[in-house]
């Protein structure tokens, strides 16, 4: 085989592979926006999709607390709203 050819045949895969990278990145360039809000919408649901699992599929599990009813829960000796803090004796000053 002549060199002139193997010359020629590697100018090709040459060029051949620098329009790939030139195509690949104006495709990319021009899409960029598209491919971002991709990658976003991908990572919001697995993020979603991981944290309802992790607490238990909704507010009423998992990690979550159970929130307050809105009935007075305390114990009677507390529930009074007049006692307040006690008054400190013995100030130094």
Known sequence: MNCQKVINVLAVASAAVS????GT??????????IVDG???QVMEAVTGSLGSALGGGL????VPEL????NDLPDDQASAGDGFPIPSGIPF
């Open 25 to 34: 990145a104006g495709y990319v360039f021009l899409n960029k926006d598209a």
């Open 39 to 41: 990658v976003k919408a």
């Open 68 to 71: 307050p009813t809105g009935s």
């Open 60 to 63: 009423g599990g998992g990690l």
């Open 19 to 22: 329009l790939a990278v030139v």
